[in-house]
């Protein structure tokens, strides 16, 4: 049990970092970087697809990989994003460590909900093995 509930703290400590990080991006200085892959991931709604008011629009999610210059650095990012990118982003970087990237700057959603499942899964298969615990004493 304790090894899912280090599971359970590792992903919440990769939320708290994707959101933490996400609120100073949109303020990152930019370079303007060169796109070297494209590929559609799907396409999501964020509300009905049929609805009677017209309310609801369909997103095409795009992950992209990118190639940008720093000084005399040059990084490779990548990203999920809801636009399909130029040839060439405005790219964002952390000015402490510029790495750590973004060609749509905010939150990363796909590595939120990546983490919240994966601390969801760990919890669950946490309790699981806890009860076959209890379970076997029990006989």
């Not at 090894?3 to 919440?12: G, M, N, Q």
């Not at 990152?28 to 609801?56: A, M």
Request: aromatic residues 12%; glycine residues 10%.
């Amino acid at each position: 049990m304790i090894a899912a509930y280090t599971a359970v703290a590792i992903c919440v400590a990769g939320v708290f970092h994707e959101t933490v990080s996400a609120r100073g991006s949109r303020k990152w200085p930019t370079v303007q970087g060169r796109t070297l892959d494209v590929e559609s991931i799907g396409i999501f709604s964020d509300g009905p697809l049929l609805t009677f008011d017209g309310f609801g629009s369909v997103v095409e999610n795009f992950r992209v990989s990118y190639r940008y210059v720093v000084g005399d650095a040059e990084f490779v990012g990548e990203q999920t994003v809801s636009f399909r990118p130029p040839n060439r982003p405005s790219v964002y970087f952390a000015p402490s460590n510029p790495e750590i990237s973004a060609i749509q700057p905010g939150r990363d959603w796909s590595a939120i909900l990546g983490y919240s499942a994966a601390g969801f899964l760990a919890f669950v298969v946490g309790l699981i093995s806890q009860a076959e615990s209890v379970a076997r004493r029990a006989a």
